[in-house]
Structures are given as structure tokens and as C-alpha cells.
């Protein structure tokens, strides 16, 4: 037998009997980790397909079935023919693999470097917006990409199986799009250009700079809501870093289309004609370019007719930009001395971003009632040897900040022992008459009791609560502490149940009478607590917690404590929430009919 006959004789034979070998551990596999025996399907299968591929051609060009190759010298000629391809074919199967092997490299590399720094301060890394949102890029893209890569040879066979049993716990299409979300909603806010958030200009650690497929992502995202403005934003930043470095699969046409687009809805048509045309340039049969070059066109053609003039696409787009222009532009406010109980959405949406940025100017009026002092409770004796500091941070309503009420044992023992029990925060719909998720509410909250403790920490929280406010604790609420993501906000919004709602009718407990909410850490940037009616603000502060009364002494809701939590642009917030409610409270804060009176707080 010549030696090309032994070659693939030989190589067959092994083939058959690895694939044979293979499917019989694959069935010995099943009974005892299904998982394991999917990911080794997988690696086994896309094995043998290489192999199977690279021979294909071998066995296409000898005859079939006859074992008598060596005796014709016109077979053997077939067979040189044959070797000659599959030496061809190896060839590109070497440098697939070297490829793919550099790409795994050039990956690993990367998340290696990243997440080495990122386990040197967990909380700082994660408190910074774009390293959260690059983490689930890595995981929706990176890690994606890499188990697709080592799917192949058998020697990945360990690294699938321990991928495959993490995977369950990867971030989802729909975590991504909330951080993409969240990074435009901390852009609107906190008024930051896109290349501020790629360029790491905003407080915080930032590892990475965002790739131009990561701007790309945010712009498909925000086109997806028909928000025009982030989608030509972001998919400029795109072109921008296009220029700048290797965008791997990302699509050039791609980019254009959607800028192309978001140009035009924006009035903008000149551009979206020449974006349109570079379209054309590099995809000549590029079917919906084409089509929107004539829409664009007749579009121009039909306002030209409509003022009865020849009007040029520097006329219309201008023309444009100025009627914008009017619809956005924002209105002048005299932020020191609107009081009223009734605000538009967007003003309060003004408002409420404009807080979140800097306080406002504060009336004298009520300056004038900004004090610091000590209390004790009242001689509670709980308080006699350690008074609380205590400022008034605002007047109308009452806000006070009390200073250093929980120790950083405290504070750290609440988040440890919330931890396992987050889950997405609710807030009460009114259509459906109960508590769900909201999307102007990012956050995971726990509930935490004292049957929840064996340590009585909880417990010993409760009693300084009712120390400081004098109030009865047995109807309020469980402490609710609370964690939040990536530009983590809770529109504004009251605690107390207006008239109509029934979000406290099943219970014996009345209403939310007041609120003290603890600050369980620091927040670099952003996620301050503002009063979008009344114009307060007081920035978190570890270890403080903010105290107010929801009604008033009437019974009445007060209007001035709508409140928010502004979106954290960088770092890490927790807080935790403590509601008390009126049943409890008949002896010790007593209604009165006035409707305009207030609640009588001590203050020396």
C-alpha cells in the first residue's frame, strides 16, 4: 500500500473510532451532569465536523466502496490530487486556528487586566456607570464570544462545562438595555456629552473607555424608544471612535443608516442626505438608502411647495432647528418661592434634574430657621449619654438631618444581612391595585425585622428611632434597606397615600406619617435626595439619616414632602427607610383640625 493509501486508510480508521469513543462517553455523561454532557455535544460535535470537513473533499474525489485504490494508477493520480487539497486545507485550518487562538488571547488579556483591578475595591469599580455597564457588555459580548471560540477543540472541554454552569447567571438582553438606559438617563440629568461617559470625565475609577460598538448599542437603544437626540449622539461618538481604533465587527454602513435617520427626524436633512449618499457610495444596491434618498427628496420638495419657495436644505434644516428650538427651550424659574402644591410634569422633571445638579437659592425667610443643635429625645434615656446632633435643613417642610446615628458596624451588619434577600424594588400602580416594578424606580430593596436578626441590632435601631422622633414604632413598617444600580434613581413621588389610593386600606395601620431615611453610605457623584415642590436637597452622608413628616397634623398628606432620589452618577448607595405610621401615635402627636397648622418640633 503506497503511502497516501495508508494515510487515509489510517486516518478514517482513528476518526471512526474517537467519534465511537466520544459518543459512548456522551451517553455516559447524561445520567450524571446533563449540562456537562451538552457542552461536551457541542465541543466533540464542532471537533469532528473540522476533521470530517478537511477529509470531505478526499473522500468526494476516490471512488466509493471499492478497496482497490492501488490498483489503477488513475485512482493513485486522484489521490496525489487529493493530498494536494487537503494540504491546502490543513494550511487554512492552521491559520483559522491561529487566529481564533489570538483573538481568545487579545480577550483574555483584557478581561484579565480589567477584572484584576476591579477586585482590588469591588464597590469603587462597580460605583462607577461606565465600568458597571462595560461588565455586561463583556458578559452579553466578550464572554459570548469566547465560549464560541473554545467550543471547538477538546482540550476546552473543562472550560465550557464551568462556563456552561455559570451561564445561568449571566446578564440578560434586558439588563443591558437597563444600563444603556441608565447611562442616558444620568447624561439627561447631570447634562453630560457622550464623550464625557467614553473618556472617563465624570468622578470615579473608570477602567475602560468605551468601545465605538459600545456607543453604537447605546445608540440602537435609544432609536429603539425614538429617541433621536441620544441615537445621533452616541452613533457620532461611534464614527469618532471608529476612527480611532480596531471596531471589529461593528458596520460602518450600519452607523450611517441610523445617524442618517435620527438626523432627519431631528430636522436635520442636509446631513442625513450626505450620510445617505455615503451609504450609497459603499453599498451602491443598499435598498432602504435608496429608498429614503427619494423620501428625503420628495420631502424637501413638498416643504419647498408648502412656503411657495425655492427653499435650499440649509433653509429647511434651519428652519427646523429654530422650531425645535422653541418646543425645548427651558423656561425661567424663580426657584425660591414656588410652593404650589400642583407642578406639570415638566416642570417638576426641570426641577427635579436641576436639583439633582446644584441646591437652589434659598429664600431668607426661611434661612432663618436653619439651626444645628443636640437632642436627647427628650431625656429619653437611651439618649442622656450620647446625644444626637441634629440640623434643621429646611423649613416648610421640616427636614431634619440627624448626624451619626448608626455606627459603620451598624450600617455594614443591615447591608450584610440584606444582601441575600434584594429583589427589585415596587412601587403601588394604581390600575392594577398593587405593589410592582417601575421603571422610575431602579433599585433592590430587603426587608429586614427584628425575627430577621439573632444579633438584636435590628431591634436596637427600632428603639433609637422612636428615641429621636418620640414616635410609636409597634405599627411602622420593617426597616427596608435598599441597594442601587447603574444610574440608580426613584422619581419623584410621595410616601404617603393621597386621597383616592388605597395602597394602605387592608391595613389596621393608617398612613405613613413620617419618614426616616438612612444613609448607609457615602455616594462619590450624584443619587442626592431633593424635594422637587418645596426646592430642598441634602446630599447622603454615611452614617446621617433625613427625617420628615408626610402629614400634617390634620391628617391631611403635605404636598411640599414630594420627594426623589437622584440618579447616582458614580459610586455606591445604600439606604435604608424606616415608614411609621399614624395608629400609635394619638398620645403622642395630636391631630388638630387646623388644616394649616404644623407639627410642633422642638427646637432649642
Not at 200 to 218: F, H, N
Not at 279 to 297: C, G, K, T, V, W
Request: with cysteine; glycine share 6%.
Amino acid at each position: 500500500m503506497s503511502n497516501c493509501a495508508k494515510y487515509f486508510s489510517s486516518t478514517w480508521r482513528q476518526q471512526n473510532k474517537t467519534t465511537t469513543k466520544q459518543t459512548e462517553n456522551n451517553r455516559g455523561l447524561h445520567c450524571n451532569d446533563n449540562r456537562l454532557a451538552a457542552a461536551l455535544s457541542v465541543v466533540i460535535t464542532m471537533e469532528s465536523s473540522v476533521v470530517l470537513c478537511l477529509l470531505g473533499c478526499c473522500f468526494i474525489l476516490l471512488p466509493p466502496g471499492t478497496g482497490e485504490v492501488f490498483s489503477a494508477i488513475a485512482h493513485m493520480e486522484k489521490l496525489v490530487a487529493a493530498e494536494f487539497e487537503l494540504a491546502q486545507s490543513l494550511e487554512s485550518y492552521i491559520i483559522a486556528e491561529e487566529a481564533r487562538l489570538d483573538r481568545i488571547r487579545a480577550i483574555g488579556r483584557l478581561v484579565s487586566n480589567v477584572s484584576e483591578a476591579a477586585n482590588v475595591n469591588i464597590g469603587r469599580y462597580l460605583g462607577h456607570p461606565v465600568n458597571a455597564y462595560r461588565l455586561l457588555r463583556r458578559f452579553m459580548s466578550d464572554w459570548r464570544e469566547i465560549e464560541d471560540l473554545v467550543a471547538q477543540p477538546a482540550t476546552a472541554e473543562e472550560f465550557v462545562s464551568r462556563l456552561t454552569h455559570y451561564k445561568p447567571a449571566f446578564p440578560s438582553d434586558d439588563d443591558l438595555s437597563g444600563a444603556a438606559t441608565a447611562l442616558m438617563r444620568l447624561q439627561n440629568t447631570y447634562r453630560l456629552a457622550p464623550s464625557a461617559l467614553v473618556d472617563g470625565r465624570i468622578p470615579g475609577d473608570q477602567k475602560e473607555k468605551m468601545s465605538a460598538e459600545d456607543c453604537y448599542y447605546l445608540g440602537t437603544v435609544a432609536y429603539k424608544v425614538e429617541d433621536y437626540e441620544h441615537t445621533r449622539n452616541w452613533m457620532d461618538e461611534a464614527l469618532k471612535r471608529w476612527d480611532l481604533e480596531d471596531s471589529g465587527d461593528l458596520n460602518l454602513v450600519d452607523v450611517y443608516d441610523y445617524l442618517a435617520f435620527a438626523e432627519y427626524k431631528l430636522g436635520n436633512l442636509k446631513r442625513a442626505v450626505r450620510l445617505t449618499r455615503e451609504i450609497i457610495m459603499l453599498e451602491p444596491d443598499h435598498s432602504r438608502a435608496l429608498d429614503n434618498m427619494a423620501y428625503f427628496e420628495q420631502k424637501l420638495s413638498e416643504e419647498s411647495h408648502k412656503r411657495g419657495e425655492d427653499l435650499s436644505i440649509d433653509a429647511v434644516t434651519a428652519a427646523r432647528r429654530q422650531q425645535q428650538q422653541s418646543h425645548t427651550e427651558e423656561k425661567e424659574v424663580d426657584y425660591t418661592s414656588m410652593d404650589s402644591k400642583r407642578l406639570s410634569w415638566d416642570e417638576e422633571r426641570r426641577r427635579y434634574e436641576k436639583l439633582c445638579r446644584e441646591p437652589f437659592p434659598i429664600a431668607d425667610w426661611r434661612r432663618r430657621h436653619f439651626k444645628c443643635f443636640y437632642t436627647t429625645g427628650g431625656q429619653n434615656p437611651l439618649l442622656i449619654l450620647k446625644p444626637i446632633a441634629v440640623e434643621v435643613v429646611y423649613f416648610k417642610p421640616t427636614v431634619l438631618l440627624y448626624r451619626n446615628i448608626l455606627s459603620d458596624s451598624e450600617l455594614n451588619y443591615l447591608k450584610k444581612l440584606a444582601a441575600p434577600k434584594l429583589n427589585r424594588a415596587t412601587t403601588y400602580n394604581l390600575a392594577e391595585k398593587r405593589f410592582m416594578p417601575a421603571d422610575y424606580r431602579v433599585s433592590k430593596s430587603a426587608w429586614l425585622g427584628p425575627e430577621d436578626d439573632n444579633t438584636g441590632i435590628v431591634q436596637r435601631i427600632d428603639n433609637r428611632i422612636e428615641a429621636l422622633t418620640g414616635l410609636n414604632m409597634n405599627t411602622a413598617e420593617q426597616l427596608q434597606v435598599v441597594n442601587y444600580g447603574i444610574g440608580g434613581q426613584y422619581e419623584p413621588h410621595y410616601d404617603h397615600a393621597r386621597d383616592g389610593e388605597d395602597a394602605f386600606s387592608d391595613s389596621s395601620t393608617g398612613n405613613r406619617i413620617a419618614t426616616l431615611l438612612f444613609y448607609l453610605s457615602d455616594v462619590e457623584a450624584g443619587g442626592a435626595t431633593v424635594f422637587t415642590i418645596a426646592g430642598a436637597r441634602v446630599v447622603p452622608s454615611k452614617g446621617d439619616a433625613t427625617f420628615w413628616y408626610n402629614l400634617l397634623p390634620s391628617g391631611q398628606g403635605d404636598f411640599t414632602t414630594r420627594h426623589a432620589g437622584c440618579p447616582v452618577l458614580s459610586g455606591l448607595k445604600w439606604v435604608c427607610n424606616k415608614w411609621i405610621h399614624e395608629r400609635g401615635q394619638e398620645f403622642r402627636k395630636q391631630c388638630k383640625p387646623d388644616k394649616n397648622a404644623d407639627w410642633d418640633i422642638h427646637v432649642p
